[in-house]
């Protein structure tokens, strides 16, 4: 029961920072976004295209959010791996990230367990 109620709030969640974050983004002229928040470590709230991660067009329109947003692109892990990354601190802590997949056989060599 504990590990429903789990997956439930976590669905909540994840609805109502999508509604919050695309109502605002629309209140700027900008399409939705596909929002996560991840409790794992610390608070992450991750925006992707939500036609895909890897979808045409995916990290221009990822990058008129990350501008609306102020996030300065980052290369978290290393060149050459087929990803850009736009990340940055809220102002209560939480970090906040959007990316999006622009060289889908580059990523999927450095990223074999998360294939896209």
Not at 28 to 37: F, I, N, R
Not at 87 to 95: A, L, M, Q
Not at 96 to 110: G, P, Q
């Amino acid at each position: 029961m504990v590990e429903r109620i789990g997956a439930l709030l976590d669905q909540l969640i994840d609805r109502g920072v999508n509604q919050e974050l695309n109502a605002w983004g629309a209140a700027h002229g900008l399409p939705p976004l596909a929002w996560q928040m991840s409790l794992a470590d610390d608070v992450t709230i991750e925006g992707t295209d939500p036609n895909g991660r890897a979808a045409p067009g995916a990290g221009e329109f990822c990058a008129r959010w990350a501008d609306l947003l102020e996030l300065p692109e980052m290369d978290p892990f290393g060149p050459n791996e087929g990803l850009i990354s736009w990340r940055g601190p809220t102002d209560d802590g939480k970090t906040i990230e959007i990316y999006a997949i622009t060289d889908v056989e580059l990523y999927n060599s450095a990223y074999p367990d998360d294939l896209v």
